[in-house]
């Protein structure tokens, strides 16, 4: 069964840095975009980063552009996102996604997206 695994959430303090990390458990998803998630208390999920298969291209949130960086190791068939200067209203549930047609076009729709992790928490105190 095609499985997305998310890891490296946690605590940590305002301006403190997590890593969060995305392994998919089949190579096939060497050739998916990725992307990440996020969904706090009360709210809807919302669009966090993308980034393409090859990984030449990526994009994030206004809110997090500077601080947040999406990388991936199609080797290691894994994503990661470096998150620096955490704050508070980052606090979410971070969900993983892969899916095979998406594009800049509809990278920020969930429905685009065939896969989905199972989320990992983020929490940053102020």
């Known amino acids: 069964q095609v499985q997305l695994v998310e890891s490296g959430g946690g605590l940590v303090q305002a301006g403190g840095s997590l890593r969060l990390s995305c392994a998919a458990s089949d190579r096939t998803f060497s050739s998916y975009a990725r992307a990440w998630f996020r969904q706090a208390p009360g709210k809807e999920r919302d669009f966090v980063s993308w980034i393409s298969w090859s990984g030449d291209n990526t994009y994030y949130r206004d809110s997090v552009k500077g601080r947040f960086t999406l990388s991936r190791d199609n080797a290691k068939n894994t994503v990661y996102l470096q998150m620096n200067s955490l704050k508070p209203e980052d606090t979410a549930v971070y969900y993983c996604?892969?899916?095979?047609?998406?594009?800049?076009?509809?990278?920020?729709?969930?429905?685009?997206?065939?896969?989905w992790g199972q989320g990992t928490q983020v929490t940053v105190s102020s």
């Open positions: 996604a892969a899916g095979r047609r998406v594009t800049i076009a509809n990278m920020r729709s969930r429905t685009g997206y065939d896969y």
